[in-house]
Nanobody
């Protein structure tokens, strides 16, 4: 069982940056691929970024490529999402997710956090 807790959301102006954190419980964090997803009001949840178990390989949605950076620190059992040049359309609840032995978009992630709100004003 893995518990995920996101933090770092908030209200910012367009062009600003935020860093989200996803802290995982347990000592097996390095066995899990990690993903970030988001859900805006009235829209379906969408993939944002994912990172492999080792942290060597990453994948991004086209809408955030070049602006967002996913990373992880296995020693701290934490994944991060650095969000730069934020736009109003990035406004959503952001969720982190973990999948044992797998990663990437379109996967069936095993565990999900409770989400953190990111609001970008114009």
């Amino acid at each position: 069982q893995v518990q995920l807790v996101e933090s770092g959301g908030g209200l910012v102006q367009a062009g600003a940056s935020l860093r989200l954190s996803c802290a995982a419980s347990g000592r097996t964090f390095r066995r899990y691929g990690m993903g970030w997803f988001r859900q805006a009001p009235g829209k379906e949840r969408e993939f944002v970024a994912a990172i492999s178990m080792s942290g060597v390989t990453t994948n991004y949605a086209d809408s955030v490529k070049g602006r967002f950076l996913i990373s992880r620190d296995n020693a701290k059992s934490t994944a991060y999402l650095q969000m730069n040049s934020l736009k109003p359309e990035d406004t959503a609840v952001y969720y982190c997710a973990a999948e044992e032995g797998g990663w990437g978009p379109g996967r069936n992630y095993d565990y999900w956090g409770q989400g953190t709100q990111v609001t970008v004003s114009s």
